[in-house]
T-cell receptor
């Protein structure tokens, strides 16, 4: 079964608009971590934001925030005031307690239009 | 601080040749991971080390793949003999010692793009 689902293969957004990238996950483990990574065209994987399953508040890092809805098992990434440099692939990932590896979704390709 | 360092950044080789990919984790990180990224399979874990010891190599595709971590600052992933289906981007990632209340974020290197002709 797919552990991480990103339903948007591609998104096109106007510069300065806010963007929400969807991510749903599947786990029976009560303790887990959720991550978002950015992969620009240059290829590197850049860590953006982390949310622990027991965190009471949604994580925020600058223009990035994570809309964590535990009951719905969703962990959407919100980018405020998008910039041209935000154009990239974005991956949602999960790590279950007791497992060391990150399980990644298939990614969403975000394109910011000027 | 230097991030995870990988070399080479690009490798083109012919089928049957041996390929060695190298990784230097972030200093002080005690866990190291090798991932492979392809269009068909996305990002998948090949192997990970904790304190230089291989813990889980269930993702290593077959005996042609081997990985070592002789010390805390160096790891290699070797493919011998290489095949065209091994063409992919190979990432190394490291993670710091988990502290109480801390996150377990993995930090990725820039990757090695391998092409096997």
């Amino acid at each position: 079964a797919q552990k991480i689902t990103q339903t948007q293969p591609g998104m096109f957004v106007q510069e300065k608009e806010a963007v929400t990238l969807d991510c749903t996950y599947d786990t029976s483990d009560p303790s887990y971590g959720l991550f978002w990574y950015k992969q620009p065209s240059s290829g590197e994987m850049i860590f953006l934001i982390y949310q622990g399953s027991y965190d009471q508040q949604n994580a925020t890092e600058g223009r990035y925030s994570l809309n964590f809805q535990k009951a719905r098992k969703s962990a959407n990434l919100v980018i405020s005031a998008s910039q041209l440099g935000d154009s990239a692939m974005y991956f949602c990932a999960m790590r279950e307690v007791g497992a060391q590896k990150l399980v990644f979704g298939q990614g969403t390709r975000l394109t910011i239009n000027p | 601080d230097a991030g995870v360092i990988q070399s080479p950044r690009h490798e083109v080789t012919e089928m049957g040749q041996e390929v060695t990919l190298r990784c230097k984790p972030i200093s002080g990180h005690n866990s190291l991971f090798w991932y492979r990224q392809t269009m068909m399979r996305g990002l998948e874990l090949l192997i990970y080390f904790n304190n230089n010891v291989p813990i889980d190599d269930s993702g290593m595709p077959e005996d042609r793949f081997s990985a070592k971590m002789p010390n805390a600052s160096f790891s290699t992933l070797k493919i011998q003999p290489s095949e065209p289906r091994d063409s992919a981007v190979y990432f190394c990632a490291s993670r710091p010692t988990r502290l109480a209340g801390g996150t377990d974020t993995q930090y990725f290197g820039p990757g090695t793009r391998l092409t096997v002709l």
